[in-house]
């Protein structure tokens, strides 16, 4: 077992205290930054970085980020759902260090789609219709898995098409 405890802190952001969802950072009793390029394989990290090492992937609609001595956790609804994500987690990490020999660790992050390819496909009218500022803003929000070619309502359904086909190899249903 390589992660044998934890302590969390849950907080609001202080960029604004007034959010109704909370953040957690696990503070973790064992360093597990040996494990991070197998965990990259196994949650299919969006982002990698070797040194310091991380990974960054998404998984209980919630992005999560490894690092060698903490975990840190976004937008959850309540301390339960902390415990809940960091109880899975703890065991992810157990499990994949004890098969690590059958893993081939992976030292980079999925490749994303381009900001400017999205936008490229998007009427670019800034109608707000998707509840977004502009164009720019819902392209950023595609490009990280949270909205997609559904969801711009003044996209023809041959724009989605295409929008879609551009965004079928980056594996965004994962995030």
């Known amino acids: 077992?390589?992660?044998?405890?934890?302590?969390?802190?849950?907080?609001?952001?202080?960029?604004?205290?007034?959010f109704q969802s909370l953040h957690c950072i696990a503070h973790l009793d064992q360093d597990v930054g040996e494990v991070i390029p197998y965990l990259n394989t196994?949650?299919?990290?969006?982002?990698?970085?070797?040194?310091?090492?991380?990974?960054?992937?998404?998984?209980h609609g919630k992005l999560i980020t490894v690092h060698p001595r903490e975990i840190a956790i976004n937008a959850l609804r309540d301390e339960q759902e902390a415990d809940k994500i960091l109880h899975w987690l703890q065991?992810?990490?157990?499990?994949?260090?004890?098969?690590?020999?059958?893993?081939q660790p992976k030292f980079e992050g999925l490749k994303k789609p381009q900001l400017f390819e999205?936008?490229?496909?998007?009427?670019?009218?800034?109608?707000?219709?998707?509840?977004?500022?502009?164009?720019?803003?819902?392209?950023?929000?595609?490009?990280?898995?949270?909205?997609?070619?559904?969801?711009?309502?003044p996209l023809s359904e041959a724009g989605r098409k295409k929008l879609a086909a551009y965004l079928a190899p980056f594996d965004l249903d994962a995030a």
């Open 91 to 103: 065991g992810e990490i157990n499990e994949t260090w004890d098969k690590r020999a059958e893993i």
């Open 1 to 18: 077992m390589l992660l044998q405890g934890y302590r969390k802190d849950i907080f609001r952001p202080e960029c604004n205290p007034s």
């Open 42 to 59: 196994v949650l299919g990290g969006h982002q990698f970085t070797r040194e310091p090492p991380s990974v960054t992937f998404k998984a």
């Open 118 to 153: 999205i936008l490229k496909r998007l009427p670019k009218t800034n109608c707000h219709e998707c509840g977004l500022a502009t164009c720019m803003v819902f392209a950023a929000q595609v490009a990280e898995g949270a909205k997609g070619p559904e969801d711009c309502p």
